[in-house]
DNA sequence: TATTGTTATACTCTATAACTATA
DNA sequence: TATAGTTATAGAGTATAACAATA
């Protein structure tokens, strides 16, 4: 015998009726979560995650930086950073470069290497937003942006 | 000597003109922190975690639901469900009720403490949100709704 | 055979505390 | 005293795999 059919107990009630549905966090974290599977996906097994592919775009864009400050950019604490820098040297992407103003301090500078992963990861992120988004248009993709920004002016 | 001052090394860049700033999932990872971060803050070392929450709501408003119609409607397997289930339980919020109909399930009833639970952390929950989204008006908060929605249609 | 609830286990992400070397 | 980088450790949150009971 096959199994009970989905739903067979449980009463369906319209999502739009549950107070989750009108809760901005709630919905944020679905959507993040979304995103976030997709984007894992599309950079595979191998690939960077979400925050490595982010301190590489710091390293790359941010001339002279510490991991200090990039730990406060992330917007995470500095022994959590160490992980992300290992991997990214690890993967030949950056150097630890000792800075002899200061000799507590290593400044991270993007390889070639890095400035090209960098390059190709956001040519795949870039096509995995647009994937994602494409129920979107052009203003509702930048009134998102507008509006999440808001929240992290808020918060920050 | 004091240390060196914030930002002696890192070039300060415009944050709009990072590539991350012009991301949705950076913004919506960020947003999503900062909106976290406050809802544990509002809601207490003993209250109860967002996923807790989201869990009591469905038992809550779904008369008959089943762990497996849990964990389906959350987005987690269900075995990690057990110890959301047992965190309620525990805290008297729910009971599991055996159902002679398939003697497999077990149907999770909220108690008369649970639904009052549910409406305290609500009235706290709406309280944060209104916090948190007060830079935006009524229009764009269900603007940002009805995004967020729209990124979750594309992926479930 | 398939499903429900459960346990065991492992992995990712993050935080706190303490250490060292420098300032 | 304070800061930069590091290590050790612990706690969420989640996934996979396997199991017993039941369908």
Redesign the pocket.
């Known amino acids: 015998?096959?199994?009970?059919p989905?739903k067979?107990l449980a009463t369906e009630a319209e999502p739009s009726e549950m107070a989750l549905e009108s809760l901005v966090g709630y919905n944020l974290?679905r959507a993040y979560?979304i995103l976030q599977?997709d984007y894992?996906a599309v950079m595979g097994e191998h690939g960077l995650?979400?925050?490595?592919f982010s301190a590489l775009t710091f390293v790359v864009e941010t001339p002279n930086l510490?991991?200090?400050?990039?730990?406060r950019r992330?917007?995470?604490?500095?022994?959590?950073?160490?992980?992300?820098?290992?991997e990214l040297e690890g993967r030949g992407y950056l150097r630890?470069v000792a800075?002899?103003?200061?000799?507590?301090?290593?400044?991270?500078s993007p390889t070639d290497a890095g400035v090209q992963a960098y390059e190709a990861a956001l040519t795949l992120v870039h096509a995995h937003e647009d994937r994602m988004l494409q129920t979107l248009d052009a203003g509702e993709r930048d009134q998102l942006l507008h509006l999440l920004k808001k929240i992290r002016e808020t918060g920050e």
């Open positions: 015998m096959t199994g009970m989905r067979a974290k979560v599977n894992r995650s979400p925050r490595v510490t991991q200090s400050d990039l730990a992330l917007g995470i604490e500095r022994s959590g950073l160490v992980a992300i820098v290992d630890r800075v002899p103003q200061d000799r507590r301090v290593q400044a991270l």
